[in-house]
């Protein structure tokens, strides 16, 4: 099969590509930055703007599968996350939707249509929640600056389904990985004794292991019956004081020092919501399908990647 991915070379991505190298697909990666991308061998950078239409389209002509990861990182790329300035939030939104209709320009120009675009998302959607409400598929969008983003960024692929191009679209949770993303960063104040939650820590955090992750896109690609939103989340998350605890237990460390939400806020502005609220978000939809988990539940999830 070929493959199409934007953002290959993103956290994601590059153990999306490493999962499903074995099977010998031809995987085509389309970056800002082809010659420093230093990919699995098995993936071919092609450089794109993800702004224009240009020469990597003629790829997606006759191309099997689209996975559309692209966009600038949320919480930046830094130790520290990066506050969320007025020109960072643009960035956010307009890198996600630019991607996602010139992505969608080219199919509609593809003589032969891809089979199915999975399109990355997030459960920002559902908005930051500080209430216990279980959220599936069909919980309504919240109204905060992520869900914003969000429900723009879906709604750019929407029209791939009226090209005949089956659709699913990957509400992604917290991604739990020993390589990036968030876990490298929690596990900075637990390695100096320092750990605990953060605020009062019943917030949820609706985590999912890379490798489930990657399992789960894989699924989203070969399942034809898997079109529209999927929560791509474990089915035990857990509030911001039992992953302290759990991930305390498992280093060995103590998790009874919460930092103190006013001093996220102070240090973080507006981007503090990420870490101060969340989403009760189980993968029902996923679960129906039959999708099995490797890690369902926290501890054995960061007993392996740590
Ligand atoms: N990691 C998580 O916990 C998580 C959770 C929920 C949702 N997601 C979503 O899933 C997607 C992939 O996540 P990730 O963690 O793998 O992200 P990542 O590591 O930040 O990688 C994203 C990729 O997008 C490309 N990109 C960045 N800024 C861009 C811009 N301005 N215009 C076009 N492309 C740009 C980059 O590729 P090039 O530099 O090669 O162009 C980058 O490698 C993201 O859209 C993210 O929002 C991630």
Same mark, same amino acid.
């Given at each position: 099969?070929?493959?199409?991915?934007?953002?290959?070379?993103?956290?994601?991505?590059?153990?999306?590509?490493?999962?499903?190298?074995?099977?010998?697909?031809?995987?085509?990666?389309? $970056?800002?930055?082809?010659?420093?991308?230093?990919?699995?061998?098995?993936?071919? +950078?092609?450089?794109?703007?993800?702004?224009?239409?240009?020469?990597?389209?003629?790829?997606?002509?006759?191309?099997?599968?689209?996975?559309?990861?692209?966009?600038?990182?949320?919480?930046?790329?830094?130790?520290?996350?990066?506050?969320?300035?007025?020109?960072?939030?643009?960035?956010?939104?307009?890198?996600?939707?630019?991607?996602?209709?010139?992505?969608?320009?080219?199919?509609?120009?593809?003589?032969?249509? +891809?089979?199915?675009?999975?399109?990355?998302?997030?459960?920002?959607?559902?908005?930051?929640?500080?209430?216990?409400?279980?959220?599936?598929?069909?919980?309504? +969008?919240?109204?905060?600056?992520?869900?914003?983003?969000?429900?723009?960024?879906?709604?750019?692929?929407?029209?791939?389904?009226?090209?005949?191009?089956?659709?699913?679209?990957?509400?992604?949770?917290?991604?739990?990985?020993?390589?990036?993303? $968030?876990?490298?960063?929690?596990?900075?104040?637990?390695?100096?004794?320092?750990?605990?939650?953060?605020?009062?820590?019943?917030?949820?955090?609706?985590?999912?292991?890379?490798?489930?992750?990657?399992?789960?896109?894989?699924?989203?690609?070969?399942?034809?019956?898997?079109?529209?939103?999927?929560?791509?989340?474990?089915?035990?998350?857990?509030?911001?004081?039992?992953?302290?605890?759990?991930?305390?237990?498992?280093?060995?460390?103590?998790?009874?020092?919460?930092?103190?939400?006013?001093?996220?806020?102070?240090?973080?502005?507006?981007?503090?919501?990420?870490?101060?609220?969340?989403?009760?978000?189980? +993968?029902?939809?996923?679960?129906?399908?039959?999708?099995?988990?490797?890690?369902?539940?926290?501890?054995?999830?960061?007993?392996?990647?740590?």
């Amino acid at each position: 099969m070929r493959i199409i991915i934007t953002g290959g070379t993103g956290l994601i991505g590059r153990a999306l590509i490493r999962w499903l190298s074995p099977a010998g697909h031809e995987i085509i990666v389309l $970056s800002r930055h082809p010659g420093r991308a230093n990919l699995p061998h098995a993936a071919l +950078p092609v450089f794109w703007d993800g702004i224009n239409v240009g020469d990597w389209a003629r790829l997606v002509d006759g191309a099997d599968v689209v996975v559309n990861l692209a966009g600038e990182n949320i919480a930046g790329t830094g130790a520290i996350p990066a506050q969320w300035t007025k020109a960072r939030k643009r960035r956010i939104l307009e890198s996600r939707v630019n991607a996602t209709n010139v992505l969608v320009s080219a199919m509609a120009q593809a003589q032969t249509k +891809p089979k199915v675009l999975v399109q990355g998302s997030a459960v920002g959607y559902y908005g930051g929640r500080l209430d216990d409400v279980v959220l599936d598929e069909s919980a309504p +969008p919240g109204d905060d600056f992520l869900a914003d983003v969000v429900v723009h960024w879906e709604a750019a692929s929407k029209p791939v389904e009226e090209m005949g191009v089956r659709l699913a679209i990957a509400r992604t949770g917290l991604v739990l990985s020993a390589t990036g993303g $968030s876990l490298p960063r929690t596990l900075t104040p637990f390695k100096f004794f320092l750990g605990g939650p953060l605020g009062h820590g019943r917030q949820w955090w609706p985590w999912i292991h890379i490798r489930d992750e990657v399992r789960a896109l894989a699924f989203l690609m070969m399942e034809e019956r898997a079109s529209g939103p999927f929560n791509l989340t474990a089915p035990n998350p857990v509030t911001n004081r039992e992953f302290a605890l759990i991930l305390g237990k498992v280093m060995g460390r103590p998790a009874f020092l919460s930092a103190p939400a006013f001093a996220l806020r102070a240090g973080l502005g507006e981007m503090a919501d990420l870490l101060l609220k969340g989403q009760r978000v189980v +993968p029902k939809r996923l679960l129906e399908l039959g999708f099995q988990f490797e890690f369902p539940d926290l501890e054995p999830a960061l007993r392996d990647l740590l």
